[in-house]
Nanobody
Framework: QVQLVESGGGLVQPGGSLRLSCAASGSIFSIYAMGWYRQAPGKQRELVAA???????NYADSVKGRFTISRDNAKNTVYLQMNSLKPEDTAVYYC???????????????WGQGTQVTVSS
C-alpha cells in the first residue's frame, strides 16, 4: 500500500509565501515523476508543477517565476515553494506521484488527500 501525505497548507496574505511538502511511503519500488496539482472551487484540477526523477521540471504559465518544485529522492518527498502568492492561487493542492510497487510493473498514479491553500487579506 502506498500513501502520499501532504503538509504545509494554510492561510496567507497576498504577496506571502508557503512551502508544501509531500512524503510518499509504503510499498514503493521506484518513483518517476512527482508533481503538484490544484483545484479551485468550480474549476477543473490543473497541473501546477512537475519534476522527474532526474530533476527536470515544468510549470504552469501562471506560476512560473513564483513557484519552485524540488524533490529529495532519498526521502521520497516533493516540495513546492510558493512565493508572491496571489488570491487566484487559492485552491486545494494535491500531490501526485507516478511510481511502481515492484520490479517490472507498469507505473501507476497515486494521489495525496489534498491541502488547502488560501490567499486572502
Amino acid at each position: 500500500q502506498v500513501q502520499l501525505v501532504e503538509s504545509g497548507g494554510g492561510l496567507v496574505q497576498p504577496g506571502g509565501s508557503l512551502r508544501l511538502s509531500c512524503a510518499a511511503s509504503g510499498s514503493i519500488f521506484s518513483i518517476y515523476a512527482m508533481g503538484w496539482y490544484r483545484q479551485a472551487p468550480g474549476k477543473q484540477r490543473e497541473l501546477v508543477a512537475a519534476i522527474t526523477s532526474g530533476g527536470s521540471t515544468n510549470y504552469a504559465d501562471s506560476v512560473k517565476g513564483r513557484f519552485t518544485i524540488s524533490r529529495d529522492n532519498a526521502k521520497n518527498t516533493v516540495y513546492l515553494q510558493m512565493n508572491s502568492l496571489k488570491p487566484e492561487d487559492t485552491a486545494v493542492y494535491y500531490c501526485n506521484a507516478d511510481l511502481t510497487t515492484g520490479w517490472g510493473l507498469v507505473p501507476d498514479d497515486y494521489w495525496g488527500q489534498g491541502t488547502q491553500v488560501t490567499v486572502s487579506s
